[in-house]
């Protein structure tokens, strides 16, 4: 008995302030629907200092022009500070912004080396361009080019490593912005094969944006404020082996963001960490979801909370509620009996205090409205569902009792086998099945997908997608999700790669590689 009051009393104070220690087992639906509670009186650790924004890198005339290095430099993350291997010496570099038409000229210099976490030697590199319809082809988002490190000391790889785009240890990618590509967010990191957790984890990955989607679909909201935030995770020093890794938002814990009474904001929300699930929510809000993995919603939908499974990005509108101190934080995930530790965890604060916005009162019936300017929409949910579909598949994830190797159909990945082959122009149906006690993320490179269906009530949403969430078997039947996806954009020609987005899986063995040819016809 005097255990079960201890316990309704945690309870009872967890539900109050939110940031009790032991308040991680909270269930995620009743922090969820918090939304129209009073602020917080206390939250333990918060600090006033903002929540610190990235530098922006702009396309000028036409042509976004970068110089990336990746190399150890000191950080701080999360209070700590600590040598690490990062783009530019910095843990969240610059956000790249193109348009659509726009010429794009990343230099990546591999000056890899020994730091404090996760590598301890030089090791190749190279740059994904994650949710970007492009050519797989050199010089754009050819995944199997391996830049080598200017250091000695690095193991032998299989992949491209003479390239005339190559130069001792800079690689020259370049690559056109499709006139029709999809806005939004996308993001660009470390897709070696074996080191992509280990190089993610250590900070390597950064937002690329398609600007224009709030100008051209949401006029009304392109003078709000916008502030981008991007979710990390992190194995810091001295982290054991199964420890739960560190969540952070731009690089930090704990950190207060200042809003209005009735001011309206749009965030740009980005998971960009190597392993860990975000489910997002800030205490007392609802938003209004505008976009999805770089993909307009036509029909903005209202939410209490956001799933951002690794490589999955948002665009929200948030209205400051009453002032007070509210909670911005990551719930409780459950990732299956066999998933890693992905509880609530506090990232920051929200401080709403100033004088009441009273003149973004129209903003709230503007989003009950569809997107303006639909058709430039592309690709479109309603033009796929209607093509003919070509092919059924299915996509088999699977992995070993120890959870230490990976599988898609039964094969662990081989960098030079062929294990899917379609035409340009065809669209199939996959279905994504995961027989394995954890959860998966199903990512395909090169294009975006549409998804029909999720089972076993996943809170992950349909819609166009280039990541999603893949529920684990729940009393013997395999989680499931339904796709449709269309091999029709020429710029895709060539050979690709289809993954799980847990960095970890994909390094041991869960990728395929997939080629679209052109029709003999």
């Known amino acids: 008995m005097q255990a079960f009051s201890t316990r309704l009393l945690g309870l009872l104070l967890c539900n109050a302030i939110?940031?009790?220690p032991g308040c991680n087992s909270i269930g995620k639906t009743s922090l969820a629907n918090r939304w129209?509670?009073?602020a917080n009186a206390t939250i333990v650790g918060a600090k006033e200092h903002p929540i610190p924004q990235p530098e922006v890198i702009g396309s000028v005339n036409g042509l976004l022009d970068v110089a990336l290095e990746a190399a150890p430099a000191k950080v701080t993350v999360a209070g700590r500070t600590f040598l690490s291997n990062v783009y530019n010496s910095s843990y969240i570099p610059p956000v790249l912004k193109a348009k659509r038409g726009d010429k794009v000229r990343i230099k990546l210099v591999n000056n890899i080396g020994t730091a404090d976490i996760m590598i301890?030697?030089?090791q190749f590199t190279n740059l994904h361009y994650h949710g970007m319809n492009i050519t797989p082809q050199e010089p754009g988002d050819n995944v199997f080019v391996l830049v080598p490190p200017a250091l000695s000391g690095s193991d032998p790889m299989h992949g491209i490593t003479q390239s005339p785009y190559l130069k001792d240890n800079t690689y020259t990618y370049e690559y056109a912005v499709p006139k029709d590509h999809p806005q939004g967010l996308h993001w660009y990191h470390s897709h070696t094969h074996g080191y992509g957790e280990d190089q993610v984890l250590s900070g390597m990955s950064g937002l690329l944006v398609i600007d224009g989607y709030i100008e051209q679909h949401y006029?009304?909201?392109?003078?709000?404020?916008r502030k981008t935030f991007l979710l990390k995770d992190i194995a810091l020093p001295d982290t054991k082996d199964g420890d739960p890794k560190t969540k952070t938002i731009n690089g930090t814990i704990g950190a207060t963001e200042t809003i209005r009474p009735g001011e309206w904001q749009v965030w740009n929300l980005a998971n960009i960490g190597a392993d860990s699930f975000f489910e997002f929510v800030v205490d007392g809000h609802k938003?209004?979801?505008l976009a999805r993995d770089g993909n307009v919603i036509e029909n903005p939908e209202e939410e209490t909370s956001v799933l951002l499974p690794p490589a999955a990005r948002a665009v929200i509108a948030i209205q400051g509620n009453k002032p007070g101190l509210y909670g911005i934080r990551s719930l409780d995930v459950d990732t299956g009996p066999a998933g890693d530790d992905n509880s609530q965890v506090v990232l920051a604060s929200l401080k709403i205090e100033g004088q009441p916005v009273t003149e973004?009162?129209?903003?709230?019936?503007?989003?009950l409205r569809p997107a303006a300017k639909i058709a430039s929409i592309h690709p479109r949910a309603e033009d796929l569902k209607k093509m003919p579909i070509t092919r059924q598949r299915v996509i088999e994830f699977s992995e070993t009792s120890d959870g230490k190797t990976f599988f898609i159909n039964r094969k662990q990945y081989q960098h030079d086998r062929i294990d899917t082959e379609v035409k340009l122009g065809d669209v199939e149906e996959w279905t994504v099945r995961n027989v394995t006690g954890e959860r998966h993320v199903f990512h395909i490179h090169q294009l975006d997908f549409l998804v029909k269906e999720i089972n076993h009530d996943d809170q992950d949403s349909t819609g166009l997608r280039d990541t999603i969430d893949v529920p684990y078997q729940f009393d013997g039947a395999p989680g499931e999700v339904k796709l449709i996806v269309p091999f029709t954009n020429p710029n895709i020609v060539g050979k690709f790669v289809y993954h799980c987005h847990i960095l970890e899986h994909a390094d041991n063995g869960m990728m395929a590689n997939i080629v679209v040819k052109k029709s003999t016809k």
Do not use: G, V, Y
């Open 287 to 289: 938003f209004w979801m």
């Open 219 to 225: 006029p009304e909201l392109n003078t709000l404020q």
């Open 18 to 20: 939110l940031l009790l």
């Open 120 to 122: 301890d030697k030089p």
């Open 360 to 367: 973004d009162a129209t903003l709230a019936p503007r989003l």
């Open 36 to 38: 129209d509670s009073e």
